[in-house]
């Protein structure tokens, strides 16, 4: 063993003697250097100008970064291995290396372009440890000859479908395009709806539409170029898409019908996002609208999932369709024996003591009705926030009319029931 590593240490001196090799060890240096020099320099430059500019520019500037070293450094040993080149020169170690900092480059932008395109989620992540395996894996096959075997191998397996042929090597290819078209597909639907989401121009309800419209669009339209970039004839599928479309319609009904009633609401805006509804006892207002459901958030934080058949079919009780203002009442009742007036005006300055009830349109008080236990006044206050739902005003309001009728002897009366025993004869058996 140690003969042999010994053996090893000779040549490798021999090698490193080699004047062919250390130019080959110069260039590198060189271009290692340049690109150290040009990376500082560009990248203070480029991270100023992200900082002034915002959306899909500062997307592209933050691309360019992440880009800048390894493909400045492709190209500086790419012109050093023309050099040489034409200097008769051996350029192995060059060529070696040229595309493993191509691969990095690649790496880089791909993982850049996955952390824009999904939300940082443990999938997205796990993604790209297989991306960054994927090519890696390319590379090395590359590099030891073994990729072209490989493909030719993956292409002979392969059966026939109609008039298409379908190998191993052609799905791979097929997931692979179909990955990076979705991804580019997914990107591109959150980057319109990030710029419908800023416009002032737009209503909620149609941009939550044409978001919709987008993502459904570009995600098929995406997986159809993939299908068309491998080389698989569509028009071979169209039975097997029939047939396909046919079980999809009976088992997947209801989702079609979520799907498409989705689209009535965004179209028809009587449901928007910001909305305050109630759907049976569900009382909410609209947080999010989603392809399948409607996200009704209550008081509590909770998130309830509404099917959007159930909003098309059922009824919809919608507060601030036209006009957020909604009016509450609260009805208090004061003894015979006080007056009703006095009462109306203390409960009419009550009305300000929550901070929610708006100035216009004013409080209004009146007279309900003599009831069978008392006098029935009822205010009436109006709230731009239904939001906040209405306990917390009527609360204020009712702590406010309890004080002010105890410092004016107001009486708030109770049922009372009068009770009369009727005695018929009784007739006892004689002794």
Known sequence: MSEQLLKF????MLLLQQTNLWWQIGFIV???????TLNHYLQRKLHQNAQAISGLRRMAVRGSQRMLWPFTLAILLAISNAILKHQGLPHSVINFLMPIVLALGVIRILLYILRKAFIASALAKTSETAIAIIIWLIVILHLTDFLTPLLTAMDSLAFTLGESKVSLLAVLKLILVIIFAFTFAIWLAELLNQRLKRSKHISPSMQVGFSKFSKVFLITLAFLIALNAVGINLSSLAIFGGA??????????????NFISGFILVLDRSIKPGDVISVGDNFGWVHELKARYVV????EGVDTLIPNENLITSEVINWSYD??????????????????EQ?????LRCANKSIRV????????MLKSFAENGIEIELRVWIGDPEYGEDTVKSDIHVAIWRAFK??????PYPQRELHIRSDNVFLPKE
């Open 323 to 340: 006009d957020r203002n909604v009016r509450l009442k609260i009805v208090v009742r004061v003894s015979y024996n006080d007056d009703p």
């Open 244 to 257: 396909l479309g046919v079980g999809l319609g009976f088992g997947l009904q209801r989702i079609a019908s």
């Open 407 to 412: 410092e004016a002897k107001i009486t708030i």
């Open 9 to 12: 240490q000779q040549d490798a």
């Open 343 to 347: 009462a109306m005006a203390i409960m």
């Open 30 to 36: 060189l271009s290692a250097i340049i690109t150290f």
């Open 296 to 299: 009704v958030r209550n008081r």
């Open 358 to 365: 708006l100035a216009s349109p004013e409080p209004t008080v």
